[in-house]
């Protein structure tokens, strides 16, 4: 599956519509970015049930700032609208490919049930 372009149009809707988001902040001049491109392209064409979103920092400063964006690349992963993952720097094909499986199996009603119970603490 190609990556999707996200804007801060099209963000939320890409989040909440899809069971599982992994989103890359990058930006053209980045050269570790550059270098994590292809391994981010093989993973998006291995896990076709998973989106895989780029958002380009530059062109993205109010997206990539309402997360607090200050290193690219960096990655985070969405599942069930949840940040499951967030971590700046380009990781290996093996790393990543860990980070996918297990975002993919953890039990959502469990994560869900723990982020309410933490709510209901406050």
């Not at 001049?29 to 076709?48: D, Q």
């Not at 530059?58 to 499951?84: C, N, W, Y």
Request: include cysteine.
């Amino acid at each position: 599956m190609a990556t999707v372009e996200l804007t801060q149009e099209n963000f939320e809707k890409t989040v909440n519509d899809n069971p599982m988001v992994i989103v890359d902040f990058w930006a053209p001049w980045c050269g570790p970015c550059k270098g994590f491109a292809p391994v981010y392209e093989k993973a998006s064409e291995a896990h076709t049930d998973v989106v895989f979103a780029k958002v380009n920092t530059d062109e993205q400063q109010e997206l990539a700032g309402s997360f607090g964006i200050r290193s690219i690349p960096t990655l985070m992963v969405f599942r069930d609208k949840v940040v499951l993952f967030q971590q700046a720097g380009a990781l290996p094909g093996n790393a990543l490919e860990q980070v996918i499986t297990q975002a993919k199996a953890l039990d959502m009603a469990k994560v869900h049930a723990e982020i309410a119970a933490q709510q209901q603490a406050k």
